[in-house]
């Protein structure tokens, strides 16, 4: 018990720094925006362009823990939507964004440092995989289904297009895919170029850890923490159990590998569940409960999934 407090203690103590920095007035409301905006346009991508340069493909892209990654997502937004539907009478757009609050997970600002100090740089490249298909899976498959869904949407082809140009112009994706041609052609970082990436690298856990505590402030619980605390128990609890399920019992993976993708599944929800919420303008206030409670619940869960992994 006391190993994995010492593993997430570090990373909840800046996300609570941040909190309190701009609750006390301490550092600006307005500048928290800025740093998620260095974290995901700057720092990560720079992170998993070095990743991608050495990773080795044959053990990082694994389909035995990747897709049972995605199953355990998709089967966690199908029952948070139906539950919305059928339990809390939401409509059927509303719904489909409730969905979505509980299966788009924060890889990036907490799941990078949590599992950096769990399992250390040898799980990395299967986290790094996972990351690199997140946003174009999840969130085009969210658009899909909204568009599906609402009454008053316009084309579904204008809005996948629209999907699929965000999808290509992302950062992130951008520095995954700089990283997999450098690997295809054995590129080597050296002098300025390797300082350049590997500081800007350095600076993605304390200022995606401090900029989450910060975002926080601007989430409120509202009559709507219900379906909230449902959504995040599908992202702490419900998808990690799928994914687990299908990696070790059905596939057979080694349990000391499956455990990287399966604590990857227990992070709680991602920003992007905000952004998606009020792009659509459905279930906001869903979206931006969810972020609370799960982020605060998943200094709970965390520490039980790594207990019941390293058991």
């Not at 054995?186 to 600076?203: H, K, M, Q, Y």
């Not at 409120?220 to 990690?240: C, D, F, K, Y």
């Not at 905000?274 to 520490?303: G, K, M, P």
Request: charged share 10%; hydrophobic share 60%.
């Amino acid at each position: 018990m006391l190993s994995v407090l010492n593993i997430i203690a570090p990373v909840f103590v800046l996300i609570g720094l941040g909190y309190l920095a701009v609750r006390l007035r301490l550092y600006p409301q307005e500048g928290v925006r800025g740093l998620i905006a260095y974290v995901n346009g700057f720092a990560t991508p720079c992170l998993l362009f070095r990743a991608m340069l050495d990773v080795d493909f044959s053990s990082a892209f694994n389909p035995a823990i990747i897709a049972p990654f995605y199953v355990g997502a998709l089967s966690a937004l199908a029952l948070a939507a139906l539950t919305a539907a059928f339990v809390f009478k939401r409509r059927p757009g509303e719904a489909v964004s409730v969905g979505f609050s509980a299966t788009f997970t924060n890889t990036v600002l907490v799941g990078i440092p949590v599992m950096q100090r769990a399992y250390g740089e040898e799980a990395m490249p299967v986290v790094y995989s996972i990351i690199g298909l997140h946003a174009p899976i999840v969130m085009t498959l969210g658009m899909f289904l909204m568009e599906l869904a609402r009454r008053d949407g316009g084309k579904l082809a204008t809005a996948l297009w629209q999907g699929l140009r965000k999808t290509v112009a992302n950062p992130i994706l951008i520095g995954i895919a700089l990283g997999l041609v450098g690997n295809l052609f054995d590129v080597e970082l050296s002098g300025i170029a390797d300082d350049v990436t590997l500081l800007l690298a350095s600076t993605v856990m304390p200022v995606a850890l401090f900029g989450l505590g910060g975002a926080l402030n601007e989430y409120r619980l509202g009559e709507t923490w219900g379906p909230a605390l449902m959504t995040s128990a599908m992202q702490l609890i419900v998808h990690p159990a799928i994914a687990w399920v299908l990696m070790v019992p059905v596939f057979g993976v080694d349990p000391h590998i499956a455990r990287y993708g399966v604590l990857l599944a227990a992070m709680p929800a991602g920003i992007n569940v905000y952004i998606f919420a009020t792009f659509y303008n459905r279930a906001v206030d869903v979206a931006a409960n969810t972020i609370l409670i799960s982020t605060v619940l998943s200094l709970f869960t965390i520490a039980g999934w790594l207990l019941l992994l390293a058991a």
